[in-house]
């Protein structure tokens, strides 16, 4: 399988732990993404990067979460501190810049329910 | 506020009919459009996409239609099949990120 894959899948925390997700981009692919969607709702934008620098994070991005690409290769999401709101998909995308348009690939995401 | 906007949460469309799935947007910067197609449980999978220098694109049984001066898009699957059950989100790309809709929760029936 050559898309994006998420890990893990689900994951139930209780309030106030930590928690830290893993996305595995398209190989080729130099930029990678992150987004959050809560039910109702379209996926929110996170944050992102070009190879292994972060270039913008979303005003919804608070302290308590930190994203990382060592390498530009894989990336992590950690969540510190986890509240009830932070219940969301988190999902990641990948692309490949050509040009100036680009077509994000997401992957499956992974819920996470904050007890 | 929404800048993207997909103002019917749902839609019921018999088998083998026209669905059309409409989306609106605020910012005439927009100058790149996707749709994606989302089942319980998965990512968003892309579908097709339309750049503003077109006013439509073709794909199968699906076209794109944009229409700059209203700031509209609009989705048609034709023929409708059953497996097309999904949520579909519109999004605009706004420099390195995409703006998404609320999405439109599309049903065809036998």
Same mark, same amino acid.
């Given at each position: %399988? ?29 930029? $990678? ?29 608070? %302290?308590?979460? @930190? ?7 894989? @990336?992590?999401?950690?969540? #510190?501190?986890?509240? #009830?709101? %932070? @219940? *969301?998909?988190? $999902?990641? *995308? ?22 | ?9 749902? &839609?019921?469309? +018999? ?5 059309? !799935?409409? =989306? ?5 910067? /927009?100058?790149?459009? !996707? ?10 999978? /892309? &579908? ?24 509209? &898009?609009? !989705?048609?699957?034709?023929?409708? +099949? ?7 989100? =519109? ?6 990120? &995409?703006? /998404?809709?609320?999405?439109?929760? !599309?049903?065809? /029936?036998?």
């Amino acid at each position: %399988d050559t898309g994006v894959s998420q890990n893990p899948r689900h994951k139930i925390t209780k309030r106030g732990q930590n928690v830290t997700f893993r996305c595995d981009p398209i190989s080729e692919h130099n930029r $990678l993404y992150w987004y959050r969607q809560t039910l109702g709702q379209g996926p929110e934008f996170l944050t992102y990067f070009q190879n292994e620098a972060q270039l913008e994070k979303s005003r919804l991005l608070s %302290d308590r979460f @930190s994203a990382e690409r060592p390498k530009g290769s894989f @990336s992590t999401l950690e969540i #510190q501190r986890t509240e #009830q709101g %932070d @219940s *969301a998909m988190y $999902l990641c *995308a990948s692309s490949l810049v050509v040009g100036y348009q680009e077509t994000q690939y997401f992957g499956p995401g992974t819920r996470l329910l904050v007890l | 506020d929404q800048q993207v906007k997909q103002n019917s949460p749902s &839609l019921s469309v +018999q088998e083998g009919r026209i669905s059309i !799935l409409n =989306c609106d947007y605020t910012n005439s910067m /927009f100058d790149y459009f !996707l749709w994606y197609k989302k089942y319980p449980a998965e990512g968003p999978t /892309f &579908l097709i996409s339309i750049s503003s220098i077109k006013d439509k694109n073709e794909d199968g049984r699906f076209t794109v239609f944009l229409n700059k001066s209203a700031k509209h &898009l609009s !989705l048609h699957i034709v023929p409708s +099949q059953p497996g097309d059950s999904a949520v579909y989100f =519109c999004a605009a790309s706004d420099a390195d990120k &995409l703006i /998404f809709g609320t999405g439109t929760r !599309l049903q065809v /029936f036998p």
